[in-house]
């Protein structure tokens, strides 16, 4: 995984911010100056490098060291112990206990051995006891319970940090995750109590180098006891073998990079502790120690660390699957509630956000929409309506697709740059053919949701222009880079977004078939009835002639036979055809009630502006003889509105309605009044609209009409007494009257009790278009 | 060639019953002149458009023409649009005899050019003031436009 020589600078290079990604931070040529290094060749076992603090811990200079073997240090019987281990040495480490009996106060150390890069590499640490530590395997046992229990990420994570450093004694110990595009997110933490969390801040990618995330996946733990040391660099400074510095990946006193050591001051971190937590062979974070002082740390609790760390990675997966299932199984559930109030409300529409969970609880989203002919309903937080609408607009200017989605909205149109603070992710589920119809769900861009780390920090400068090597300052070019940009989508919730989508389409459909069924059906059953009112006028209108001619020849043959043959015929000979006669004239008087009630409701009205006043008194001219025979006088209680109506079916009305009055009295001087309900008044019985309404009224204080009878006297050739009572008639006259007056839009009633008189109303609209 | 002393008057009516009243009623006004009957439309346009040859009755055009408006075949409407049509027979006096009141009839009637119109009445007694009228009107009061 080391990068390609070529792009590698020069060890001498000055590191800045534009070349730290390329910073070869394997190949330092120097150590930590805790422990010393001796590089050996593996076929030779002598010492090909050292590092130049030899001096400090064995009194012996690096150089003393170069091309002798480990006879210098060590007893022979020892040095035999040691080199047997040479053999099956590969880049993984082992550790031995060693005294080293031929330096002076034979100190204990620890003997951290690997092979790489063509050399044996023996990093001693200073320790007081040379025989190696037993791991804390109650520890160990507690530690791991914990963690196994854990049901979630979050808890697995926090139990973690807290054994880690319950077992370190760290100030500070996190977890630090890495996001897809490699920033980083303090996810977990567990801190002394004088400390400031560091919980939720967010980290630049750029904090860690891709050639250090490289190295991290070979190189578990790395460890800085003290980052205020003063590196040591190895003597010679490269191999004489490949004429470069060894490949440092698996050293563990390895040197790291200035612009680290800058970094850790700059969090005012003495001494640090890393280790990777791998997921399918990627870094998927790390667990970070911190202390305020140096802290040297025992390579077996180093060890012990460094194997919670693997077991950590190794249970990952399982914990992830178990927070994606219950995120799934959350999903499920309000989902299928969410469906139910689709289903159950009248209008699916309303089911979507009436009542939760809403679409918008549906899965994690910062806010939704829903669009559908024309209205926008908001839930959460969304842009505006006419945001929305431009939105709109713009998804159907391109390529058609069930469910779109984009977590920058803002890349692909950069009128998106005005929503991206609610909307820079988007899912976009079309709902139909129709256009415009959408299912919508927003999130918000990231930056604006999460707290950076240093983003107040100002960018520093060395006096001559030169930037200052903080990896703080590329805080800026990175938030160029996520800028507009929102969480991305799961897999499973744009799967809930198609799910959705397909009810919804499955609701509308079932929805419009069975408008469009009804409104079929009632289409059908209009032309029906149409047809119907028809044929039945018609049939009303030829049936009514062609039942006339017949009618006349029976009355006028009866006649004819009264005229000519009366003297060969007797009394009751001429009374039984004067019958036929009499019942023939009936007949043909229901005759012609059935044909102008069908004309009553057949013909075109001709609407035009109608004085009352005068319309009255022509029909009272008409009338006048037959008042004065029966002695009738009509008040008119004036004036009487204008109104818009067909004048011939008026005057048929009024006629109708004052010879009622006229002819159902037994008294021999008869009152009728007519007249207008005044604005305001209330009709009794009824309520009907005066404001809209001109309501008139014939009153008369005849026999009156029991109240059960109120509705038959409308009723086609009803009569309520014999035929030769009260003047005869039909019975055709009211019925062709309220029609005439329905066809004006307006109702005739009657207002009555026995022997009380009859007022009889009927309404006009004061405006024809009114129905 | 035979020639009517008085103009006849043409009866176009298909009902037998309302043609016997009709020609009671004529009995009683004292009519003098001929009373020539079509039973349907095209036997009244065969007979006038003849100028009256074509029967075999006595040659030359009636005085006035009497018409039901229902007749089987050829419709009074018909019979009347083809009489006012006709460069001769336009002049000849139509008087439409029907038994509808309908505003629509009557209006139409005008409209192809009827002389004038009248309901038959239920009552004999109506229909006999209605054809003195007529014939007052048209065949004493009237001076008829000469045809032959």
Same mark, same amino acid.
């Given at each position: 995984?080391?990068?390609?020589?070529?792009?590698? %600078?020069?060890?001498?290079?000055?590191?800045?911010?534009?070349?730290?990604?390329?910073?070869?931070?394997?190949?330092?040529?120097?150590?930590?100056?805790?422990?010393?290094?001796?590089?050996?060749?593996?076929?030779?076992?002598?010492?090909?490098?050292?590092?130049?603090?030899?001096?400090?811990?064995?009194?012996?200079?690096?150089?003393?060291?170069?091309?002798?073997?480990?006879?210098?240090?060590?007893?022979?019987?020892?040095?035999?112990?040691?080199?047997?281990?040479?053999?099956?040495?590969?880049?993984?480490?082992?550790?031995?206990?060693?005294?080293?009996?031929?330096?002076?106060?034979?100190?204990?150390?620890?003997?951290?051995? /690997?092979?790489?890069?063509?050399?044996?590499?023996?990093?001693?640490?200073?320790?007081?006891?040379?025989?190696?530590?037993?791991?804390?395997?109650?520890? %160990?046992?507690?530690?791991?319970?914990?963690?196994?229990?854990?049901?979630?990420?979050?808890?697995?994570?926090?139990?973690?940090?807290?054994?880690?450093?319950?077992?370190?004694?760290?100030?500070?110990?996190?977890?630090?995750?890495?996001?897809?595009?490699?920033?980083?997110?303090?996810?977990? *933490?567990?801190?002394?109590?004088?400390?400031?969390?560091?919980?939720?801040?967010?980290?630049?990618?750029?904090?860690?180098?891709?050639?250090?995330?490289?190295?991290?996946?070979?190189?578990?733990?790395?460890?800085?006891?003290?980052?205020?040391?003063?590196?040591?660099?190895?003597?010679?400074?490269?191999?004489?073998?490949?004429?470069?510095?060894?490949?440092?990946?698996?050293?563990?006193?390895?040197?790291?990079?200035?612009?680290?050591?800058?970094?850790?001051?700059?969090?005012?971190?003495?001494?640090?502790?890393?280790?990777?937590? #791998?997921?399918?062979?990627?870094?998927?974070?790390?667990?970070?120690?911190?202390?305020?002082?140096?802290?040297?740390?025992?390579?077996?609790?180093?060890?012990?660390?460094?194997?919670?760390?693997?077991?950590?990675?190794?249970?990952?997966?399982?914990?992830?699957?178990?927070?994606?299932?219950?995120?799934?199984?959350?999903?499920?559930?309000? $989902?299928?509630?969410?469906?139910? /109030?689709?289903?159950?409300?009248?209008?699916?529409?309303?089911?979507?956000?009436?009542?939760?969970?809403?679409?918008?609880?549906?899965?994690?989203?910062?806010?939704?929409?829903?669009?559908?002919?024309?209205?926008?309903?908001?839930?959460?937080?969304?842009?505006?309506?006419?945001?929305?609408?431009?939105?709109?607009?713009?998804?159907?200017?391109?390529?058609?697709?069930?469910?779109?989605?984009?977590?920058?909205?803002?890349?692909?149109?950069?009128?998106?740059?005005?929503?991206?603070?609610?909307?820079?992710?988007?899912?976009?589920?079309?709902?139909?053919?129709?256009?415009?119809?959408?299912?919508?769900?927003?999130?918000?861009?990231?930056?604006?949701?999460?707290?950076?780390?240093?983003?107040?920090?100002?960018?520093?400068?060395?006096?001559?222009?030169?930037?200052?090597?903080?990896?703080?300052?590329?805080?800026?070019?990175?938030?160029?880079?996520?800028?507009?940009?929102?969480?991305?989508?799961?897999?499973? *919730?744009?799967?809930?977004?198609?799910?959705?989508?397909?009810? #919804?389409?499955?609701?509308?459909?079932?929805?419009?078939?069975?408008? /469009?069924?009804?409104?079929?059906?009632?289409?059908?059953?209009?032309?029906?009835?149409?047809?119907?009112?028809? *044929?039945?006028?018609?049939?009303?209108?030829?049936?009514? /002639?062609?039942?006339?001619?017949?009618?006349?020849?029976?009355?006028?043959?009866?006649?004819?036979?009264?005229?000519?043959?009366?003297?060969?015929?007797?009394?009751?000979? +001429?009374?039984?055809?004067?019958?036929? =006669?009499?019942?023939?004239?009936?007949?043909?008087?229901? #005759?012609?009630?059935?044909?102008?009630?069908?004309?009553?409701?057949?013909?075109?009205?001709?609407? =035009?502006?109608?004085?009352?006043?005068?319309?009255?008194?022509?029909?009272?001219?008409?009338?006048?003889?037959?008042?004065?025979?029966?002695?009738?006088?009509?008040?008119?209680?004036?004036?009487?509105?204008?109104?818009?109506?067909?004048?011939?079916?008026?005057?048929?009305?009024?006629?109708?309605?004052?010879?009622?009055?006229?002819?159902?009295?037994?008294?021999?001087?008869?009152? +009728?009044?007519?007249?207008?309900?005044?604005?305001?008044?209330?009709?009794?019985?009824?309520?009907?609209?005066?404001?809209?309404?001109?309501?008139?009224?014939?009153?008369?204080?005849?026999?009156?009409?029991?109240?059960?009878?109120?509705?038959?006297?409308?009723?086609?050739?009803?009569?309520?007494?014999?035929?030769?009572?009260?003047?005869?008639?039909?019975?055709?006259?009211?019925? #062709?009257?309220?029609?005439?007056?329905?066809?004006?839009?307006?109702?005739?009633?009657?207002?009555?009790?026995?022997? $009380?008189?009859?007022?009889?109303?009927?309404?006009?609209?004061?405006?024809?278009?009114?129905? | 060639?035979?020639?009517?002393?008085?103009?006849?008057?043409?009866?176009?009516?298909?009902?037998?019953?309302?043609?016997?009243?009709?020609?009671?009623?004529?009995?009683?006004?004292?009519?003098?002149?001929?009373?020539?009957?079509?039973?349907?439309?095209?036997?009244?346009?065969?007979?006038?458009?003849?100028?009256?040859?074509?029967?075999?009755?006595?040659?030359?055009?009636?005085?006035?023409?009497?018409?039901?408006?229902?007749?089987?075949?050829?419709?009074?409407?018909?019979?009347?649009?083809?009489?006012?049509?006709?460069?001769?027979?336009?002049?000849?006096?139509?008087?439409?005899?029907?038994?509808?009141?309908?505003?629509?009839?009557?209006?139409?009637?005008?409209?192809?050019?009827?002389?004038?119109?009248?309901?038959?009445?239920?009552?004999?007694?109506?229909?006999?003031?209605?054809?003195?009228?007529?014939?007052?009107?048209?065949?004493?009061?009237?001076?008829?436009?000469?045809?032959?």
């Amino acid at each position: 995984m080391s990068l390609p020589d070529e792009r590698l %600078l020069a060890a001498e290079a000055t590191i800045d911010l534009t070349n730290c990604d390329r910073e070869p931070i394997h190949i330092p040529g120097a150590i930590q100056p805790y422990g010393f290094l001796l590089c050996l060749d593996p076929a030779t076992q002598r010492v090909v490098q050292a590092s130049e603090n030899t001096a400090e811990h064995l009194g012996l200079a690096a150089t003393e060291l170069l091309g002798t073997g480990l006879e210098r240090l060590l007893a022979p019987a020892r040095v035999a112990e040691v080199a047997a281990h040479f053999a099956t040495l590969t880049e993984a480490a082992q550790l031995l206990g060693v005294r080293l009996d031929l330096v002076p106060g034979t100190p204990f150390y620890k003997l951290i051995m /690997h092979r790489f890069d063509g050399l044996v590499w023996l990093e001693f640490e200073p320790v007081n006891d040379a025989a190696p530590t037993p791991p804390d395997l109650s520890i %160990l046992n507690a530690a791991m319970s914990e963690m196994l229990v854990a049901d979630q990420l979050l808890t697995f994570c926090q139990r973690t940090v807290e054994q880690v450093r319950t077992i370190t004694g760290f100030d500070r110990v996190a977890i630090y995750r890495f996001a897809p595009d490699e920033s980083g997110e303090v996810f977990a *933490e567990a801190h002394h109590p004088d400390l400031a969390p560091w919980l939720g801040l967010h980290y630049p990618a750029s904090d860690i180098p891709q050639q250090a995330r490289a190295m991290y996946l070979k190189n578990w733990l790395r460890f800085i006891p003290d980052a205020a040391y003063q590196p040591v660099r190895l003597v010679p400074g490269r191999d004489p073998a490949t004429g470069r510095p060894p490949d440092m990946t698996y050293a563990v006193l390895r040197s790291v990079s200035p612009i680290h050591l800058e970094y850790l001051h700059h969090l005012g971190s003495a001494a640090t502790m890393t280790i990777s937590l #791998i997921q399918h062979g990627q870094l998927w974070g790390m667990i970070t120690c911190h202390h305020r002082t140096p802290r040297l740390v025992s390579y077996e609790l180093r060890d012990l660390c460094q194997f919670i760390g693997k077991t950590f990675s190794a249970l990952l997966n399982s914990k992830e699957e178990l927070d994606q299932r219950a995120y799934q199984l959350q999903v499920r559930e309000r $989902q299928a509630r969410l469906f139910e /109030h689709v289903s159950s409300q009248a209008n699916f529409v309303e089911g979507l956000y009436r009542q939760s969970p809403t679409l918008a609880d549906v899965f994690d989203c910062g806010g939704a929409a829903i669009c559908f002919d024309g209205d926008i309903s908001t839930l959460g937080n969304t842009p505006s309506q006419p945001q929305i609408r431009e939105l709109l607009a713009w998804l159907q200017t391109q390529a058609r697709q069930d469910v779109f989605h984009t977590n920058a909205y803002a890349t692909l149109n950069p009128a998106g740059l005005a929503i991206r603070g609610t909307a820079s992710g988007i899912i976009a589920a079309s709902l139909a053919e129709a256009p415009g119809n959408y299912l919508l769900w927003f999130r918000p861009e990231v930056v604006q949701s999460v707290s950076w780390a240093g983003q107040n920090e100002k960018p520093q400068h060395l006096a001559d222009g030169q930037i200052f090597l903080s990896p703080r300052q590329s805080f800026e070019a990175w938030k160029q880079l996520v800028e507009n940009t929102a969480t991305p989508w799961q897999p499973l *919730e744009l799967a809930a977004a198609q799910e959705i989508r397909l009810h #919804i389409s499955d609701v509308r459909l079932k929805v419009f078939n069975e408008l /469009h069924a009804r409104a079929q059906a009632l289409n059908q059953l209009n032309t029906e009835l149409e047809r119907s009112n028809d *044929e039945l006028d018609s049939f009303a209108y030829v049936a009514s /002639h062609d039942l006339k001619e017949p009618l006349r020849g029976i009355h006028n043959y009866s006649l004819f036979l009264l005229e000519d043959y009366a003297d060969q015929l007797d009394a009751d000979g +001429v009374d039984k055809l004067r019958t036929l =006669v009499r019942l023939s004239q009936r007949m043909e008087g229901l #005759i012609e009630g059935l044909l102008q009630l069908s004309r009553a409701s057949r013909l075109d009205m001709a609407l =035009v502006e109608v004085d009352m006043n005068e319309l009255v008194a022509e029909v009272m001219d008409l009338l006048r003889p037959r008042f004065e025979h029966t002695g009738t006088t009509v008040v008119v209680e004036g004036p009487l509105p204008a109104v818009q109506g067909d004048r011939l079916r008026l005057q048929e009305i009024i006629n109708n309605l004052l010879t009622n009055a006229m002819k159902y009295s037994d008294q021999l001087h008869k009152t +009728v009044t007519l007249g207008v309900v005044g604005a305001g008044a209330t009709v009794p019985a009824r309520s009907v609209d005066a404001v809209h309404f001109h309501i008139f009224y014939v009153k008369d204080q005849g026999i009156g009409i029991d109240p059960r009878h109120h509705d038959n006297i409308f009723k086609l050739f009803k009569r309520l007494h014999a035929h030769d009572k009260y003047g005869g008639g039909t019975g055709a006259g009211l019925s #062709i009257a309220k029609k005439m007056v329905e066809k004006h839009g307006g109702s005739l009633w009657v207002e009555s009790n026995l022997n $009380q008189g009859a007022t009889f109303f009927f309404s006009l609209p004061k405006h024809a278009t009114t129905p | 060639m035979n020639t009517f002393p008085l103009k006849p008057i043409l009866v176009v009516e298909d009902s037998a019953e309302d043609f016997t009243a009709l020609g009671r009623a004529f009995r009683k006004n004292v009519l003098q002149n001929p009373v020539l009957r079509c039973e349907d439309g095209d036997q009244a346009l065969t007979y006038l458009q003849g100028y009256g040859k074509a029967v075999g009755w006595p040659a030359g055009l009636p005085a006035i023409v009497l018409l039901d408006l229902n007749l089987p075949g050829t419709d009074g409407r018909t019979v009347l649009a083809t009489l006012k049509r006709d460069p001769v027979l336009h002049t000849i006096p139509v008087i439409v005899f029907s038994t509808s009141s309908s505003l629509r009839d009557i209006e139409e009637c005008y409209q192809l050019g009827a002389n004038s119109y009248l309901t038959k009445p239920i009552e004999y007694a109506a229909l006999e003031e209605k054809i003195r009228v007529t014939i007052t009107y048209w065949l004493s009061a009237s001076e008829l436009p000469h045809l032959n």
